[in-house]
């Protein structure tokens, strides 16, 4: 009988993550692909984790969600402490945690926001705060440990802009999805929006806090690593024109459908983040 490396194993559960990112996002699958090929798998296996506890808690009705969520939570201690795992998301997930020492309080904190979606709790600025950081900011964090490469202290000094950048982005997602959030699953995280109204000062109010995380993010950017910068500018750039598409429209527009941008939109976002990239523009 022919003896199979291991590494086929990690290659097949890599190609998986990669698999779930490209289905569930074109704009993370671009923003990935502008990286430095050594950073692909890492955060497509970071990004395939993500998708999936998520998946749990907002797509999966019929099924208890939350001993799904708790099964789910057991599977990936375990797979980190033993190094493998038969789910082949959860197996890319730990060879990127064990590899770039991605710290338990991080994954900690991620799970404990899916956690609060099973729940249903009015935000007030402290729980929204706290969501934040676990669903959004922590994320940014595992990403970062990737691309800093063991370097702790080059870590340290990107450690808050990277959260603000993530933060920025999840504030993005929930004006972009209020419509499913409100109507479909019961639920808003902006501690602004009180007694269910949101209208344009209440809208503006978001726009301005999701600005200053936006410009913290930003200069961040400028910092990293020359093989992760460009992929995450392209991040950032497609972000920040989702955020321009949404200031421009009524409070009350925000509320009837999910904005988007354009598929030719993100191409000419490509190109151009591209050349400033080139040009050593950004």
């Known amino acids: 009988m022919e003896l199979i490396s291991e590494n086929l194993y990690n290659n097949v559960c890599l190609d998986i993550s990669k698999l779930t990112t490209k289905k569930y996002s074109t704009s993370f699958s671009l923003g990935i692909a502008a990286l430095d090929k050594k950073f692909h798998s890492p955060v497509y296996a970071i990004y395939g984790f993500v998708r999936f506890a998520d998946e749990i808690v907002d797509t999966f009705h019929s099924s ?3 001993e799904l969520l708790q099964r789910f939570k057991a599977d990936t201690y375990k797979a980190i402490e033993e190094k493998i795992s038969l789910n082949p998301i959860l197996h890319s997930f730990q060879m ?3 590899k770039y020492s991605i710290e338990k309080e991080l994954i900690d904190s991620f799970l404990y926001s899916m956690e609060m979606d099973l729940q249903k709790i009015e935000y007030d600025v402290e729980k929204y705060k706290l969501y934040i950081l676990g669903s959004a900011e922590v994320v940014g964090l595992m990403c970062l440990r990737v691309f800093c490469e ?3 202290e080059y870590y340290l000094s990107l450690k808050k802009p990277a959260m603000q950048l993530g933060s920025a982005f ?4 929930f004006l972009r999805d209020l419509k499913a959030d409100f109507f479909q699953l019961g639920r808003t995280y902006f501690p602004e929006i009180k007694s269910n109204v949101f209208n344009n000062d209440v809208k ?3 726009e301005q806090d999701i600005l200053v995380d936006f410009e913290a993010g930003y200069k961040g950017i400028k910092l990293l690593p020359k093989g992760s910068r460009f992929g995450v500018y392209l991040a950032y750039s497609y972000y920040l024109s989702l955020f321009n598409k949404i200031k421009k429209l009524d409070a009350e527009l925000v509320l009837k459908e999910r904005i988007r941008v354009t598929d030719t939109k993100k191409y000419l ?3 151009w983040s591209y050349i400033k ?3 050593n523009l950004i």
């Open 277 to 279: 990239h080139k040009l």
């Open 170 to 173: 999840q504030k993005i997602n």
């Open 269 to 271: 976002i490509l190109v």
């Open 204 to 206: 503006q109010q978001i």
């Open 150 to 152: 063991g370097n702790n």
């Open 96 to 98: 990127v945690v064990n």
């Open 64 to 66: 208890n969600k939350n």
